[in-house]
């Protein structure tokens, strides 16, 4: 059973976001998709600076069964990326909520991030898929 934390919320593209309470948002994969995937191999991140817009491809994580796109699941500026996610992808399926975050965000629109599933919602969404 994956793990779906409360506090975050959710992508229906399995990213999770957490607002930091500054404007700007922490985002990774969900440990469903981390599960999914299996083993990372590579991640690619965006750059900082890079402007984002929602649903926009904008990283690629990589494992031993197939690469996958992220999406920006909100518009916004890329403020900050893990270069330690880099360096070790396996932090991803270690630690998807943790130290393997992907990259930050400064919010262009709050009404998007309140839009996103909120954890009941998220949890919902695997099960049907499942």
């Known amino acids: 059973m994956s793990e779906v934390q409360q ?3 959710y992508a229906k593209s399995h990213e999770w976001i957490r ?3 500054d404007g700007t948002v922490t985002i990774g ?3 469903h998709a981390q599960q999914l995937l299996g083993d ?3 991640i690619e991140l965006p750059e900082v600076g890079a402007e984002l817009d929602t649903e926009e491809e904008c990283a690629v994580v990589e494992s031993v069964k197939a690469a996958s796109d992220v999406y920006a699941p909100i ?7 893990n270069e330690a996610v880099v360096d070790a992808p396996e932090l991803a399926n270690q630690d998807p909520f943790g130290d393997g975050w992907l990259f930050k965000l400064k919010i262009a629109d709050q009404a998007e991030y309140d839009a996103l599933l909120d954890p009941a919602e998220y949890s919902e969404l695997v099960e049907e898929e499942s």
């Open 29 to 31: 994969i969900t440990d």
């Open 19 to 21: 607002d930091e309470g």
């Open 40 to 42: 990372m191999v590579f």
């Open 75 to 81: 518009a916004g500026t890329v403020t900050e990326v």
């Open 7 to 9: 506090g975050l919320k």
